[in-house]
């Protein structure tokens, strides 16, 4: 079975404090890890795809990286507006499109 | 940018009655989903549905729960008898192709009394 775990559960910054969240991950083949943003009541909104080791993505002041067993989000000079929880998500090799997601990271910007 | 739209986004339902929640795809797309979320909880897959047909779903999908897309725009999640622990927030998404990130709605939440 899949799995997802993600830390810290919650992480309060100062504006302009760099950090990373982690995304630790258990899958049968992995066919796609998914950073998504989630802000309070609304839907997951996507971010980023990795796909194999080694690769990265960057958006603004985010940086998504992959490792065999793990994925990081690093956050560069955080603003307030990047307040939100954040989902890290599998997809396996032999399902078809099931998405398994983490319990997510929420995270605080203060100014 | 397209989006997948929901309604209502707030359903509340006495116990035992139907409930049928909606969903517009982004209107290119050929996969379509459902999820839920539980206050404080993951958000849990429940079905994927391509070609007119679940191609795959999770235990949580039992007998209760039908999925259809009755017309080329809207794609529904039906519970035909709720309990009270049907009460979450209820997500539909859809992707472009089976690699393709899925692109999520804001939901619907469900209150079942």
């Known amino acids: 079975e899949d799995q997802v775990t993600q830390s810290p559960e919650a992480l309060r910054l100062q504006e302009g404090e760099s950090s990373s969240l982690n995304c630790s991950y258990t899958?049968?083949?992995?066919?796609?890890l998914f950073w998504y943003r989630q802000d309070p009541g609304k839907g997951p909104e996507f971010l980023f795809t990795?796909?194999?080791a080694g690769e990265e993505k960057e958006k603004e002041r985010l940086k998504a990286t992959l490792t065999k067993k793990e994925s990081f989000l690093h956050i560069t000079a955080p603003k307030p507006e990047d307040s939100a929880t954040y989902l890290c998500?599998?997809?396996?090799?032999?399902?078809?499109?099931?998405?398994?997601f983490g319990i997510g990271t929420k995270l605080q910007v203060i100014p | 940018e397209p989006e997948v739209t929901q309604t209502p986004s707030h359903q509340v339902t006495q116990m035992g009655q139907e409930v049928i929640l909606r969903c517009v795809p982004i209107?290119?797309?050929?996969?379509f989903y459902w999820y839920r979320q539980i206050l404080g909880q993951k958000v849990e897959f429940l079905v994927s549905f391509y070609n007119n047909e679940i191609s795959e779903k999770s235990e949580i999908f039992d007998d209760q729960f039908s999925v259809e897309r009755p017309d080329g725009s809207n794609f529904t999640l039906k519970i035909r008898s709720t309990k009270l622990e049907d009460s979450a927030m209820y997500f539909c998404?859809?992707?472009?192709?089976?690699?393709?990130?899925?692109?999520f709605g804001d939901g619907t939440r469900l209150s079942i009394l």
């Open positions: 998500a599998v997809a396996n090799s032999g399902g078809y499109q099931k998405v398994t």
């Open positions: 998404a859809s992707s472009g192709g089976n690699n393709q990130p899925q692109h």
């Open positions: 990795l796909y194999s």
């Open positions: 899958v049968s083949g992995l066919r796609g």
């Open positions: 209107s290119n797309h050929l996969y």
